[in-house]
């Protein structure tokens, strides 16, 4: 079975300054992908970034990027530049691929980030 | 272009009711997913439906939770006789195809279940 973890439970940062959030993964599958969400107070799920594990460059959306490091199992995102409502709960996932070709995601535990002025 | 909507946002139940939590997904989607929010916790997949099928069940609990997906009108996740421990967020996907998107499926808003 496949497994997401983000080991750090909390994070705070200054203003301005840049961010990692460390995600690992563990799969067999030689095909997957891995997303990141954003998750504010109020609740919603907020799509940031998406990497395909056939993807020969990282993934970069605005402030976003994913510092995809295969061999290491690793697919960690970096914020630049944080401002004070990148303050949420950030969840890294992975595509499961079920049969039929029908396909779910899996969550990790999530990290929370608090951006201080 | 509405994107996922989830009805109602907030739902209280009493030990023993029902709960029934609604999804509409996006327009032209035909595969919707529910997946369950514990506090602190990630989400967890529950249910895979096609119109009219459902298609991976494996994250439903055995007794007491039944999803539908009709024809007509929105997906159904039903709770029977609720417990405490159901208390949590449900969010609701939709995707066009089963293969889904590169963006990982559209969320909707979510329904947050309290029972009292």
């Known amino acids: 079975a496949q497994k997401i973890t983000q080991t750090q439970p909390g994070m705070f940062v200054q203003e301005k300054e840049a961010v990692t959030l460390d995600c690992t993964y563990d799969t067999s599958d030689p095909s997957y992908g891995l997303f990141w969400y954003k998750q504010p107070s109020s609740g919603e799920m907020i799509f940031l970034i998406y990497q395909g594990s056939y993807d020969q460059q990282n993934a970069t959306e605005g402030r976003y990027s994913l510092n995809f490091q295969k061999a290491r199992k690793s697919a960690n995102l970096v914020i630049s530049a944080s401002q004070l409502g990148d303050s949420a709960m950030y969840f890294c996932?992975?595509?499961?691929?079920?049969?039929?070709?029908?396909?779910?995601?899996?969550f990790g535990q999530g990290t929370r980030l608090t951006i201080n002025p | 272009n509405a994107g996922v909507m989830q009805n109602p946002r907030h739902l209280v139940r009493r030990r023993g009711q029902e709960a029934r939590l609604r999804c509409s997904p996006m327009?032209?989607?035909?595969?919707v997913y529910w997946y369950r929010q514990l506090p602190e916790e990630g989400l967890k997949f529950m249910v895979y439906l096609q119109k009219e099928n459902i298609i991976d069940e494996s994250g439903m609990p055995k007794e007491r939770f039944s999803a539908e997906f009709p024809k007509e009108g929105p997906s159904i996740l039903r709770i029977q006789q609720v417990v405490r421990g159901d208390s949590a967020a449900y969010f609701c996907?939709?995707?066009?195809?089963?293969?889904?998107?590169?963006?990982?499926?559209?969320f909707g808003s979510g329904t947050r279940l309290t029972v009292v």
């Open positions: 996932a992975m595509r499961e691929i079920r049969w039929q070709g029908a396909q779910k995601l899996v």
């Open positions: 996907a939709s995707s066009r195809t089963k293969q889904g998107a590169n963006y990982g499926y559209t």
């Open positions: 327009k032209g989607h035909s595969h």
